[in-house]
């Protein structure tokens, strides 16, 4: 299956670890980090899943674990209002082959999905 991820260096836009960035381009993530944590609609991929399959997801390490969305409406949807400033400081949204095995999908109700990315392709750079 596909998989649509936003990220910038392998990095997703929770990730608050990029170098290089002016304060405004700092800003766009804070801000985003802060209005998706006072939500329930932008819970976490560790927020969303079942704790059984959290463990099985992560065998103790989730180093290798990224979310995405199923569909590039859904990765639109769930960064509404932020995907324009994240696309224009150097995000990018790429598209993985992922095994369907290595696909966690929440319990939810969210659209977010989690992978194992050493079960997955990071495709060519796709226009969707």
Not at 31 to 42: A, F, R
Not at 60 to 66: F, M, P, R, S
Not at 71 to 88: A, Q
Request: net charge negative; glycine share 8%.
């Amino acid at each position: 299956m596909k998989a649509y991820r936003l990220e910038m260096g392998g990095s997703g836009p929770y990730n608050n670890t990029f170098r290089g960035m002016s304060d405004e381009e700092y800003d766009t993530i804070d801000e985003l980090n802060m209005e998706h944590s006072c939500q329930d609609t932008h819970k976490g991929w560790q927020a969303a899943f079942s704790s059984l399959d959290y463990v099985e997801m992560t065998r103790g390490d989730n180093t290798y674990i990224l979310s995405a969305f199923e569909s590039n409406s859904d990765l639109e949807l769930w960064f509404d209002g932020f995907l324009s400033s994240l696309l224009d400081i150097g995000f990018e949204i790429q598209t993985y082959e992922v095994s369907d095995e290595s696909v966690f999908f929440s319990k939810s109700g969210l659209s977010q999905i989690a992978f194992d990315c050493s079960y997955a392709t990071l495709l060519e750079r796709e226009l969707v």
